[in-house]
């Protein structure tokens, strides 16, 4: 007698393709829902796959190709069509994610939850949608000779993968050239700004790559006045910035070196190109900025520890620490925190980031705390320093915060001050490798 659980006719039950619809239906959604934000261009997303290395012939073209394969792939998953193509694509996409994007993620234990994705989809790929999906409908059903012969050639489907395959690649290349390109190997001298654009009729797209020793600020000056910073590029990195109809580029050297930019414009390129002072308006345009995409390094899982001072006892204590940080929008980076207690026992935090949209102030978990400085260090080393009014051990202070990051370090220094006249007190230390 076949025993009901081990048996392979058993798992090709209904049971098995009511929960294959189910899983099924999860990857979709999820896909759906990634997908839908990044349909429109975003700096940020553009950024980061520029930052991977998809920059031929264009990292619009590829952050256009991930956006929609996550939104239609997700589509067709929910409704078992083309589950294999679909789940085959998707899993490339995370493939790069899980094991290129990260620094050296393990493989099997502490997993990511884009590895979990990832072997979903490879699962999927393997067994099909099963039989609640159009697929199997379409597979089962009697069709005519003639229908057979006019949709089920397979060079008829071979033809249609390759023009739509076609289409998808040239559609965002050529929206980037629609308007021409300008290439330009653009020196900015100590203490000056470079500007781009002002009262064009069309928008405009930069590709800059940072060749200099110093780093370089790129802000946006629009049409109707005003200035916000978009992105700060670190010496060996690049950027991908859009710019709007009517506004004006500003790029910002605020050292006392030279900067070395290469640049490629898409758009309209019909824009003016001037060098300022640095203060333009009666405004500096050099006061600390941040975005959400200077931060990205922090996108990772990491190993270290918390020390903090117990002010009941006075006296210092280290927990290690796991963390893994997380970008759920352009604006807003969470913290995830698992915490070992002396007792084994774990204990989870997280913190919200969220970058207001001058570039001045970060609201951390409901406290406003203004950029006092930002200083590019060597080896990609930002350092941060945020300070605002809050509470900590129940009185009001005055809180600093110190940011180190680097792509295999991340410090967060907490200090309190209680008073005016008093000196500020480290209240703890985050310490992070990877």
């Not at 090709?12 to 990044?38: D, N, Q």
């Not at 789940?87 to 990260?102: C, D, H, K, N, R």
């Not at 020793?213 to 006045?225: D, M, Q, T, Y």
């Not at 109809?245 to 001037?274: C, F, H, Y």
Request: glycine letters at 8%; one cysteine or more.
């Amino acid at each position: 007698m076949k025993n009901s659980t081990t048996s392979l006719a058993a798992w090709r039950g209904p049971a098995a393709a009511f929960g294959l619809l189910v899983f099924r239906l999860h990857l979709g959604v999820v896909m759906v829902e990634a997908g839908l934000p990044k349909l429109e261009p975003s700096d940020w997303f553009t950024s980061q796959v520029a930052n991977l290395g998809f920059t031929w012939p264009s990292p619009e073209m590829w952050a256009w190709l991930a956006a929609w394969g996550e939104f239609a792939g997700g589509i067709l998953l929910v409704v078992g069509l083309g589950t294999r193509l679909a789940a085959a694509q998707l899993s490339v996409q995370f493939f790069v994610i899980s094991f290129l994007w990260y620094d050296k993620p393990e493989f099997f234990t502490g997993m990511y939850v884009q590895q979990e994705m990832f072997w979903g989809f490879v699962l999927l790929l393997a067994t099909g949608a099963g039989k609640w999906s159009l697929d199997y409908w379409l597979r089962t059903r009697v069709w005519p000779l003639s229908v057979r012969k006019a949709f089920f050639r397979k060079a008829t489907i071979g033809a249609s993968a390759a023009v739509l395959a076609a289409v998808l690649l040239a559609s965002p290349a050529m929206a980037g050239c629609a308007f021409g390109s300008v290439h330009s190997d653009l020196i900015i001298e100590p203490g000056k700004q470079f500007v781009l654009g002002g009262d064009q009729r069309g928008a405009f797209k930069v590709v800059a790559r940072n060749k200099g020793k110093v780093a370089v600020e790129i802000k946006e000056r629009p049409r109707n006045g005003g200035i916000f910073g978009k992105i700060t590029l670190a010496p060996g990195q690049q950027g991908v910035v859009r710019f709007a109809e009517g506004s004006t580029a500003v790029l910002l050297n605020p050292s006392a070196s030279q900067a070395n930019l290469d640049l490629k414009i898409t758009g309209d390129t019909n824009l003016r190109m001037a060098s300022e002072p640095v203060v333009s308006g009666g405004v500096k345009t050099n006061l600390p900025r941040l975005t959400g995409a200077e931060l990205s390094d922090a996108l990772a899982d990491w190993q270290g520890t918390l020390t903090y001072l117990n002010y009941t006892s006075q006296r210092t204590v280290t927990l290690n620490t796991v963390l893994r940080g997380q970008m759920t929008r352009p604006d807003q980076l969470l913290l995830r925190f698992d915490y070992e207690e002396p007792n084994k026992t774990h204990v989870f935090g997280t913190d919200t980031l969220a970058f207001l949209a001058d570039g001045a102030q970060v609201r951390w978990d409901g406290i406003d705390y203004l950029v006092q400085s930002k200083e590019w260090l060597p080896s990609q080393t930002l350092r941060l320093v945020l300070e605002g009014q809050g509470q900590d051990d129940n009185r009001a202070a005055t809180i600093r915060k110190t940011l180190t990051l680097s792509p295999h370090r991340f410090i967060v220094k907490k200090e309190v001050r209680f008073s005016p006249d008093s000196a500020f007190l480290q209240r703890n230390q985050y310490s992070f490798a990877r």
